[in-house]
């Protein structure tokens, strides 16, 4: 059973930093694409970033480029996603999840086969 629990969500002033890290358990991990999507309320739930975890391959929204950084530690099954230079409108839930096919570069959620509970980030 593929299990994926994300931590490190919080509350942070604007340019703060948070660090998400997600440990997935049940499968391969290294056979996947991970990623990491929010939703904010009211809002579709939107790709923010993705990692081929066999290529090492990433891939993330406009919006998030050159503050954000996925990565991952294959021995531990952890992906992680270091947030910089936070600002009011990254505030929503994030969510890991995995991905069996070969799609999972577009960052699409209903690409993605398995969730995660998804952990608050609030920036003020």
């Known amino acids: 059973q593929v299990q994926l629990v994300e931590s490190g969500g919080g509350s942070v002033q604007t340019g703060g930093s948070l660090r998400l890290s997600c440990a997935a358990s049940?499968?391969?991990?290294?056979?996947?694409?991970m990623g990491w999507f929010r939703q904010a309320p009211g809002k579709e739930r939107e790709g923010v970033a993705a990692i081929y975890s066999y290529y090492v391959t990433t891939y993330y929204a406009d919006f998030v480029k050159g503050r954000f950084t996925i990565s991952q530690d294959n021995a531990k099954n952890t992906l992680y996603l270091q947030m910089n230079t936070l600002k009011p409108e990254d505030t929503a839930m994030y969510y890991c999840?995995?991905?069996?096919?070969?799609?999972?570069?577009?960052?699409?959620?209903?690409?993605?086969?398995?969730w995660g509970q998804g952990t608050q980030v609030t920036v003020s």
């Open positions: 999840a995995a991905d069996r096919g070969n799609f999972g570069y577009q960052l699409r959620a209903r690409t993605f086969d398995f």
């Open positions: 049940g499968y391969t991990y290294s056979s996947y694409c």
